[in-house]
């Protein structure tokens, strides 16, 4: 294998909470409309922005930036007379020309091209919240205490969209992380008579496993947020996958020692023991259930569930965990690091020593392809991140943080992506969608989780450096502001 390319990139510091302010006006910024405008018009302008990763800046394209210093630098489009502020993100959204400041958004502005405070119990997608020195837009309810959120918030960040927390108090809230009392407003001079626009699709939400900073096992996302009061061993990492009949279940590594589930599907004390410090993988088979991989106690690869439960008497590399994936025409695939340092693959189709070093202390991760067969992504003995199975054999010559490991999804056309965390500590993807340096940065030694989802694109789900889980990808970007146990890592399904 060649030696591994150097990622250049800076480690950035993820914010806890959003924070914006707003620049001087343009002077090109003096126009009004009277334009009557739909909840869709609004949402679609949003979401056109926020797909387009507009970088924060307090000033307009080729302007000064007031707020962070220097230039806008940003490609040309249909906004560039809008600061990308906070204010300026929701001027364009609600077509008001002028491009209000936002201490002006904190109070009500009569006429057409103006806004005026609502309930939060009346809140529809399109609707904004304001609070001194920042302004965000709502576009549904997530559950009792969180909302779906779009916004541009901080100088190094991009817009994105969101799932924040909140407590409500009387008709103004409190968002997670964020000491400041925000109000709702609705821009005037919306259509009447209009069908409130549908809700995103849920298959842009990834349901989420992950150790919380309280060793107990949660989840977050479309079924609701939950405390599971179930002890994970420390140091080690879920995994979940979701069912063919629907709901989900997660695999984990309990405080005793031994392999649980919880889920959909019940919640079981397997009394397996797994080797200390490894963290088990679930696949739902295509005909109902599921499929566990994991290292046992006593070093050897097991598998247990719907398709039967095996010790598969091949010795795996001490402190490495496998990765299990279900094929579409039966059965499934193991991908481990075994105890002689090189990737293997095992099961319905086929056990191979692949003579492939990997690098100490990793894991391998695999995934049926849409086409056939399998593509496993792994961190070689260089520290390059490979890539080999069926859709081919590639050194990506992009180096990876010792320690880690990478996460691959299958995308349409036998295509795939994986997540990674680069030797910057950035988050980075690489595969058929192309190569992305996020700028977001990981806590060091954890690893990040992939999925591709059925609307289209992929969410990676990860650890920031400040501990919280964090989502990136095509479903927006976003800091879901809850924290992780020290050294784990996140699975999404």
Known sequence: MRSNLLLLGLLLAVPLSPACSSAPLSNEQTDSTNQEITINDIMSRAREWVADAVPYCGGVRGGTDYICGGTCQRPSRAWNNFRTDCSGFVSWAWQIMDDPATSEYIYDRSGSSGWSTISIDSLQAGDALVTNGHIKLFSHFVGGGAADILEEYDCNRVAHEQVQGFSRSGNSVHFSGDSRTYHAVRRNGLASNQPPPPPPPPAQVVEIAFQANTTDLWTTGNAGTTDWKLGMMPKTSPSIAALAGGG?????????????????????????????????????????????AFQANTGSLWTVGSAGNRDWALGMMKGTSPSITALPGGGFEVA??????NLWTVGNAGNRDWALGMMAGTSPSIVALSGGGFEVAFQANTTSLWTVGNAGNRDWAL??????????????????QVAFQANTTNLWT????????????????????????????????????????????????????LGLGAGTSPSGS
């Open 399 to 416: 180096g990876m943080m010792t320690g880690t490991s990478p996460s691959i999804a299958a995308l349409p056309n036998n295509g795939f």
């Open 248 to 292: 989900f279940e997660v695999a984990f590594q309990a405080n005793t020692g031994n392999l649980w589930t919880a889920g959909s599907a019940g919640t079981s004390d397997l009394h397996l023991g797994m080797m200390a410090g490894t963290s088990p993988s679930i696949a739902a088979l295509p005909g109902g259930g599921f499929e566990i």
């Open 336 to 341: 481990f690091q075994a105890n002689t340092g």
């Open 430 to 481: 690489a595969g058929t969608a192309g190569i992305t340096d996020w700028h977001l940065g990981m806590m060091p030694g954890t690893s990040p989780s992939i999925e591709a989802l059925r609307s289209g694109g992929f969410q990676v789900t990860f650890q920031a450096n400040t501990t919280a889980l964090w989502k990136a990808g095509s479903a927006g970007t976003g800091d879901l502001h």
